[in-house]
């Protein structure tokens, strides 16, 4: 476990922005960590990504896009409740939690699948990602991870 991992861990338990509460460390990557955790003021399960403090410029990317994020409303597409900065510094993103396996998962389950299974999932992601494009978002690291 790398000092930013264990860094998340601690954070495991914490309330940020006294509204969302970390209840476990579901991952954590290059750019940030994603907690399981509650929305406070409506009991509602959600996922919270946390990134490191950024510098001024790259926090201001990253509020205009999740706020032009927040605007995606495809059903194969994550929805984003709130995003924000908390008092230390931490850039957060509130989505939907998708219970459930990510694409790397169910690849590594399964292995290979079947061509008609594999088109249905893929042209999913397209669909998704086209809106995304329609509004000038990139994603920047579709992965089988991320899916």
Not at 61 to 88: M, V, W
Not at 89 to 112: H, N, P, Q, T, Y
Request: net charge positive; with cysteine; hydrophobic share 45%.
């Amino acid at each position: 476990m790398d000092l930013r991992t264990r860094t998340y861990n601690e954070m495991v338990g914490k309330t940020i922005v006294d509204r969302y509460e970390l209840h476990e460390l579901v991952g954590a990557g290059g750019m940030g960590a994603v907690f399981k955790g509650v929305q406070r003021t409506m009991s509602r399960q959600v996922a919270i990504k946390i990134l490191p403090k950024l510098d001024p410029l790259t926090a201001a990317r990253f509020h205009r896009e999740a706020k032009t994020a927040s605007r995606l409303a495809h059903p194969n597409t994550i929805t984003i409740f709130d995003f924000g900065q908390t008092s230390e510094g931490f850039l957060f993103l509130v989505m939907e939690f998708l219970a459930g396996r990510s694409l790397k998962a169910l690849i590594k389950d399964i292995g290979a699948m079947a061509p008609r299974r594999a088109i249905h999932l893929v042209s999913q992601i397209c669909r998704s990602l086209s809106e995304a494009h329609d509004l000038g978002i990139v994603h920047r690291d579709i992965k089988p991870d991320n899916v």
